[in-house]
């Protein structure tokens, strides 16, 4: 089989895929972009603060090891160094790409700028207003879309994932349906999975959009791909309860001043500043949460010092969000928080060339566990996305180029989606519940065992494909909280409160016949200059 007759199929048109996409069109690649919704609806669009990188602009004499380090302290030393030393080298000449896109992050007198961030303690967060991804989005749409005109990409929106093609452990090919024709397609060649977080999932707790319904990443676990680190998923500290969801309120408002407060005794007690100086607002997100869980009173984030430049001409977009869905002027009166969930540290567990346990598939952004560990720093979202798509593409090209033989296809068991019926939806909904009731913030043995209990209630032979998967999916999230006996980043035992460093190791979790198997992988040596 020859590179010309091979297509790249790219699951999820977001940062991700679109980075992905790019990078194998500009070889000159056949790539399918293959997704539920248009990208302009990509979760990516929804990320607000910016994205991370030494530009060093900002007269800190930042360094590119500075960032490497906040990024392993901010994931509680469990990322492997190897990547994230690939993913901090490459940050400037990402965010310089981007530049050339046209993406337009915020200048002052024609200078970049670059904005504080929870974790780092130097300015190394560019942005654009409060609506960087969208900004990212754009750019990287319009890049693609020259390809798709010579025909190099062709797009499969409203298109769903049903299940990988496969031949033992070598992907032959994903399986696909139309949506809009009601059609069933099996198309050939590697896969490269750039799906999202488990949103829905975790319906209506979440700042993600839930039509990221985590039963992509349900059907390859119960496919056999490795995941890694599912205990890990990170609370944000600062959201708010709006219909369907948590409505996210930007790191980017701290970075430029904000301040958390309670009411204590009548008085306001600004308790991050108390307890950790001047930068306690600007904590890793693990840190802040922990804390606002642990108070008996409301929290609210001060905004109303800020200056009406700051609010003109870097978080227009935030007071508007604010104001339209909470009727509150942020400018003027401070706004109520809590925490919410933001983000999955843990996923398809991919090695440094975002290569899985399956031959031929590969994985890419917030689906993949790659650069996070046990908690991610704002602004490292969006460049591992773009980095992630970007080395997968790579890796892709490169066992391209070496050659690989035809393989069979075994198409699984389901032709299309399966029917959901309300009794399917009620099985969801205690699901979601379960893993809501065991995945909090703050975890035991027993809120984990009897969310377990209730799981194993649900399980039923008639369910279809994508809720029996979701359900194993499910079982695998709280047996990973489970066994690690310990307190680290965004997992948090009551009962086990210390960090324990034996635990100081991946969580490597799959299906061998039938039965959900966990085990621990020592993390790469840091790497020396």
Same mark, same amino acid.
């Given at each position: 089989?020859?590179?010309?007759?091979?297509?790249?199929?790219?699951?999820?048109?977001?940062?991700?895929?679109?980075?992905?996409?790019?990078?194998?069109?500009?070889?000159? &690649?056949?790539?399918?972009?293959?997704?539920?919704?248009?990208?302009?609806?990509?979760?990516?669009?929804?990320?607000?603060?910016?994205?991370?990188?030494?530009?060093?602009?900002?007269?800190?004499?930042?360094?590119?090891?500075?960032?490497?380090?906040?990024?392993?302290k901010g994931g509680c030393d469990l990322a492997d160094p190897v990547m994230v030393k690939g993913l901090t080298e490459a940050a400037p000449g990402i965010v310089r790409e981007m530049i050339a896109l046209g993406v337009p992050f915020h200048r002052e007198n024609g200078k970049l700028m670059q904005r504080n961030f929870g974790g780092q303690k130097l300015k190394r967060t560019t942005y654009a207003r409060s609506s960087t991804g969208k900004a990212l989005m754009s750019a990287l749409i319009s890049a693609v879309r020259k390809y798709e005109a010579e025909g190099i990409v062709t797009r499969y929106s409203h298109h769903e994932f049903i299940c990988l093609l496969l031949d033992g452990d070598a992907v032959s090919g994903v399986r696909i349906w139309d949506r809009f024709r009601k059609e069933r397609l099996d198309l050939e060649g590697p896969v490269v999975m750039a799906c999202g977080g488990m949103n829905g999932m975790f319906a209506g707790a979440t700042t993600g959009t839930t039509a990221n319904t985590?039963?992509?990443?349900?059907?390859?676990?119960?496919?056999?791909?490795?995941?890694?680190?599912?205990?890990?998923?990170?609370?944000?500290?600062?959201?708010?309860?709006?219909?369907?969801?948590?409505?996210?309120?930007?790191?980017?408002?701290r970075g430029e001043g904000g301040r958390l407060f309670c009411k204590r005794?009548?008085?306001?007690?600004?308790f991050m500043e108390e307890k950790y100086g001047e930068r306690g607002n600007l904590m890793p997100r693990d840190v802040v949460s922990r804390e606002i869980a642990q108070l008996s009173e409301s929290v609210y984030l001060d905004m109303t010092g800020l200056s009406q430049q700051i609010w003109q001409e870097r978080l227009s977009d935030l007071r508007s969000e604010v104001q339209h869905y909470l009727r509150i002027d942020p400018a003027k009166e401070p706004v109520p928080v809590a925490?919410?969930?933001?983000?999955?540290?843990?996923?398809?567990?991919?090695?440094?060339? @975002?290569?899985?346990?399956?031959?031929?598939?590969?994985?890419?952004?917030?689906?993949?566990?790659?650069?996070?560990?046990?908690?991610?720093?704002?602004?490292?979202?969006?460049?591992?996305?773009?980095?992630?798509?970007?080395?997968?593409?790579?890796t892709v090209l490169r066992e391209l180029s070496e050659g690989f033989g035809p393989v069979k296809n075994d198409s699984g068991k389901e032709d299309m989606p399966a029917f959901i019926s309300r009794e399917e939806m009620r099985i969801h909904d205690r699901m979601v519940d379960a893993l809501l009731n065991g995945m909090g913030?703050?975890?035991?043995?027993?809120?984990?065992? &009897?969310?377990?209990?209730?799981?194993?209630?649900?399980?039923?032979?008639?369910?279809?494909?994508?809720?029996?998967?979701?359900?194993?999916?499910?079982?695998?999230?709280?047996?990973?909280?489970?066994?690690?006996?310990?307190?680290?980043?965004? @997992?948090?035992?009551?009962?086990?409160?210390?960090?324990?460093?034996?635990?100081?190791?991946?969580?490597?979790?799959?299906?061998?016949?039938?039965?959900?198997?966990?085990?621990?992988?020592e993390i790469t040596p840091y790497p020396t200059a």
């Open positions: 089989m020859n590179r010309e007759s091979i297509q790249i199929n790219i699951i999820g048109a977001g940062l991700a895929g679109l980075s992905c996409a790019m990078t194998l069109a500009r070889a000159g &690649q056949r790539v399918r972009l293959v997704s539920f919704q248009h990208s302009e609806r990509a979760q990516s669009n929804l990320a607000e603060g910016g994205i991370n990188a030494v530009m060093n602009v900002m007269g800190e004499d930042d360094r590119i090891e500075y960032h490497f380090a906040d990024t392993m985590g039963v992509a990443a349900a059907v390859l676990f119960s496919q056999g791909v490795c995941f890694g680190n599912l205990e890990f998923m990170q609370y944000h500290p600062t959201t708010v309860s709006i219909a369907g969801k948590r409505l996210l309120i930007s790191e980017a408002a005794d009548g008085k306001k007690r600004y925490p919410g969930i933001h983000y999955f540290m843990g996923g398809i567990l991919v090695d440094a060339s @975002h290569r899985t346990n399956l031959r031929r598939l590969y994985a890419a952004g917030e689906c993949a566990c790659a650069y996070h560990g046990a908690n991610r720093l704002g602004g490292n979202s969006l460049l591992g996305a773009i980095y992630g798509g970007k080395t997968a593409a790579c913030l703050i975890r035991t043995r027993e809120t984990l065992v &009897q969310a377990l209990e209730e799981l194993s209630s649900l399980e039923k032979p008639e369910l279809s494909r994508a809720m029996s998967a979701q359900l194993l999916l499910a079982r695998a999230i709280l047996l990973c909280a489970l066994e690690r006996r310990e307190s680290r980043g965004a @997992h948090t035992r009551r009962d086990y409160p210390d960090t324990d460093e034996t635990f100081r190791k991946t969580t490597k979790v799959m299906l061998e016949k039938g039965r959900i198997q966990i085990t621990y992988e």
